[in-house]
DNA sequence: TATGAATGAGATTTCATTCAT
DNA sequence: CATGAATGAAATCTCATTCAT
């Protein structure tokens, strides 16, 4: 028992070279199981099939990441509008969480985010920019509601959530060091609070 | 000549439908020639390689685009800075030009930069950033020589850069309306140019 | 007219250096004639097929050579034996007429025996082996009647055949200046002759 | 684990039969595990590819027969040349060895040697005939010093190497009965051993 | 727990050749 | 005289996956 949970291991470990270097699509199993001193049966042994290999990498990280996001989301929905412009330090405080869940599985993310073409997981950044989408969907018309002659443009809500959770992708994939991560970050999570409202709201004709 | 021709385009077309279904790698050479009444040699007539009928789709929308693209980089790159954040009729008149050689061969560039993972075009929306990034960073340090106690902070200049190119990849991506696609750029590029030097200079220590 | 014998050149021309470069089988049509500026059709035109082109280099000068070895073997059938050994100079005067005609197309002779496998004339060196066998065969009957006690051995009157020609497939391969191919052959032949009945000859039991 | 050689064995089998009637490049891959009732996947398996299939038939073979040659050059090499002439015994030790390691392996053998064209093994003749020009080289040199007025003669040096070597492919592809080979060698050995000094050194002018 | 064997389907690519024009 | 288009057959090779042992 010891010594398949090694061997699970290593498995995992050649995968991460394997699907770094070559991508999902042109990952060969055959490969992966010889660098680690073993067969193709062995991953069949240990996981359902090519994408259960890539998701035994790549899912808890997702998952610890998924549900900061998430109950980030959760809390601001229930907070009042103002409050969200104001507390500058709530959304420092969702960076800090955020950045170091990142960062400790950042070989394992950056497989998710630029390797992933090909299996199951292709869509995971689109998928999270509905999330997002939809949680500020919430926030914004509330908002809306609040401004005479004005309402929600669906085109820019969507795409400041694409700005923004591209603004972590592109953390993650260009800066290598976590503590410089946060240094950036948070100018520009600043920036994006502070003009989201105006961008994402039009006049109501 | 007419067949020829004819049976050219038919290739195109097919292989423009495979492509988008199933993305550059996964996509079957056998199945466009079929689906084109033809046999797989005729596309190694027709085209160098699989890469090179991705290219006959792609190459000539991909170089219109470019080019205006490197145009307005190289007289932007002429000008005083100070023209540079005032006169944002120039940015108008660049997404106005922009914007219709981009819906002009939309499926095309939709293939570029969504479906071509595994071909000899992954990267270059990677390119193009990189490329926006330099010209940027010229006029970054000009005006950085201008402000005492700043410099250029490299991270965000190349972030930017990476907004800039991804609002126009998402535009296309998102919005099937040429028309709907300019009004949403032009409230998107005043703000980032109203905004970029702030973000990407940094107190000089 | 001019034109035509012109592009039937230009195909030869290219055709050489890609049968010497690749071999026959892995040689391209496709490419000797893009080479020469010419479509595939057109090798099809002026030449039966692939051992057509191949033919179009090969057999003239082959049929030169075949021609002075035909003759000089129906020379020696009809000598006396004893004029063979002691007449030297009818071997040397042989070798001023074969080198000449040898190396006045070594080219086209280098890929005859170098880069003909896959082609008709694979074995042309095997026939003409043969060829020398039963022209031998002959003059060492005679000589063997005349010796009481001894007979043909045939695997060495094989043997010798094979030495005596790739005495020349050597030379022309390995040694680009004629004079010296002349030079070198002489005392090759010379010792050939000494020696050949010596060998050939065996005890009747 | 009977089975598994059992059709490893079945293919290399089918492999020689194949090799041997097409030649290696016209070999086709599907045919010989077609008629092994496998396919082609499983010579994947077992072979690293075409090349890999061609060397497990022959490798061994090849193996057995140049260890005998390089120990029978080394052994030489030691000798003094005065030894090398007049023991013919060494010699015909030597054909005693390397004859029956030859007709051990006999197909095999004569797929390297007329079957081999474009595979990786094309060569292994010219290789053979230089090592043995290397061998006898150092033999030759040390002859010439003793005899005043004499060098060796770089072009029959090869050549005698190229006749010697072309004995012995001459024997195994021409003689099929072992025994016969051996009484075949024997005097061909004489008369090279005897002659090889005279032909290979020349006056220095 | 994992191997070793093998499948079966499919991939891209290459080629000599043909033929209407 | 030669093109341009296309065929049709085959080639080698790769792969994820399965399964008896």
């Excluded at 800090?96 to 950042?106: D, F, S, V």
Aim: glycine share 4%; with cysteine.
């Amino acid at each position: 028992m010891n010594e398949n949970l090694e061997n699970r291991q290593k498995l995992i470990d050649c995968a991460k070279k394997e699907f770094m270097e070559k991508g999902f699509s042109k990952a060969s199993l055959r490969k992966i199981s010889a660098d680690a001193g073993l067969t193709t049966g062995a991953i069949y042994f240990f996981f359902k099939d090519k994408n259960g290999l890539f998701g035994a990498i790549v899912d808890e990280p997702l998952n610890k990441v998924m549900q900061i996001v998430m109950t980030h989301y959760s809390a601001e929905q229930q907070e009042d509008f103002s409050v969200y412009e104001q507390s500058s330090g709530d959304h420092d405080e969702f960076a800090e969480q955020l950045i170091p869940a990142m960062y400790e599985n950042r070989d394992a993310l950056l497989l998710l985010l630029e390797k992933s073409a090909g299996s199951r997981y292709e869509d995971t950044v689109d998928k999270i920019i509905n999330l997002t989408d939809q949680a500020y969907a919430e926030l914004a018309k509330k908002y809306a509601a609040s401004c005479p002659g004005k309402k929600v443009d669906e085109y820019m809500l969507h795409w400041f959530s694409h700005v923004q959770i591209n603004a972590f992708v592109h953390l993650i994939t260009h800066e290598p060091d976590e503590k410089k991560a946060l240094k950036h970050i948070k100018p520009i999570i600043d920036y994006m609070v502070k003009e989201w409202i105006e961008l994402t709201l039009e006049d109501d004709v």
